[in-house]
């Protein structure tokens, strides 16, 4: 919902007191920040528009954008505007934003473009996923100044929305070697221009975040919904850290049999009952 918090928030005391840096509007919040590790005063924030109520959802908007910061933060400057190369209109959605440590001019962007490809077809009708651009990912050789799409082929990781988790990370070894996450994880190792799925048997869908190993980067651990998964070779083989074993319930009741019987609900896999014993 609406919320004059939203933004960026900076401190420099710790904690004790935070100063509003960057504001857009109520509806704008800050859902992604990269630093440059050579020169920490180079900041980047991806701003997300998004509403949702009981009743309604708004998946983009014109403030969802790259803003980027040359002095620690204390002011912002957007980045992603007309004659930027980056999309722009009402159907710009979540943008994950990563620097690449080897090149810190290099940035690259992941962003769900909920545009129409064609006039023909109608948002409120609900389009389909050929209907819209979905992932993108775009890249800035000159820290944002300007920005080109990677590829040329679609990227079917979003199934038309980009949901919270649409992130990108880079090698801290290669600049070309970026993983995209959604609903599948996708690693690319030429700069995006093309993307292979990361997905085995043994991962599952919903990817939230992955770590490269900063002296071996085929050694990645990911958390996805179904937990944590461990790769040592880009994700050909997959290790599902599954201790202890856990599971998300949304909902729990019991029966009135003796024992009695013990039923839920489980994120993405089903209903689920046993005994109390």
């Known amino acids: 919902s609406a919320n004059k918090e ?14 509003h840096t960057l504001f857009i509007d109520e509806n704008t919040g800050t859902v992604e920040m990269d630093i440059n590790p050579n020169n920490p005063n180079e900041i980047f924030a ?10 309604d959802f ?4 014109k403030s969802s954008g790259i803003h980027k910061s040359m002095d620690g933060g204390e002011t912002w400057q957007l980045i992603s505007g007309e004659n930027s190369g980056f999309p722009q209109g009402e159907g ?34 609900g389009p389909s996923a050929a209907q819209i651009f979905g992932c993108e990912v775009y890249k800035s050789t000159n820290g944002g100044k300007n920005w080109i799409k990677t ?17 990108i990370f880079v090698s801290p070894r290669n600049a070309n070697k970026i ?9 690319s190792i030429d ?17 939230h975040s992955v770590w ?17 998964n461990i790769t040592y070779d880009d994700g050909k083989n997959w290790f599902k850290a599954n201790n202890p074993s856990v599971g998300q319930y949304y909902a729990v009741n019991v029966d009135n049999e003796k024992p009695y019987n013990v039923y839920g609900g489980l994120q993405d896999n089903g209903s689920w009952y046993g005994p109390s014993t």
Not at 58 to 61: D, N, Q, V, Y
Not at 191 to 207: P, V
Request: charged share 20%; net charge positive; glycine share 14%.
């Open 6 to 19: 939203r933004g960026v928030f900076k401190t420099t005391d710790g904690g004790k007191t935070w100063k």
């Open 92 to 125: 710009i959605g979540r943008i994950g934003v990563a620097v690449a440590h080897q090149d810190p001019n290099i940035v690259y962007a992941v962003v769900d473009n909920y545009n129409l490809k064609s006039d023909t077809f109608k948002i409120e009708t």
């Open 212 to 228: 490269i190993n900063p002296n071996r980067d085929s050694h990645m651990v990911t958390g996805n919904d179904g937990g944590c």
């Open 151 to 167: 590829h040329d082929k679609p990227i079917s990781i979003y199934n038309t929305f980009g949901y919270y988790f649409g992130k």
């Open 191 to 207: 700069g995006g221009k093309t993307f292979a799925s990361m997905d085995k048997g043994n991962t599952h869908a919903d990817w």
């Open 179 to 187: 993983v995209i996450t959604g609903v599948n994880a996708n690693l």
């Open 46 to 55: 991806a701003s997300w528009h998004r509403i949702r109520k009981g009743w």
């Open 58 to 61: 708004t998946e983009g908007g």
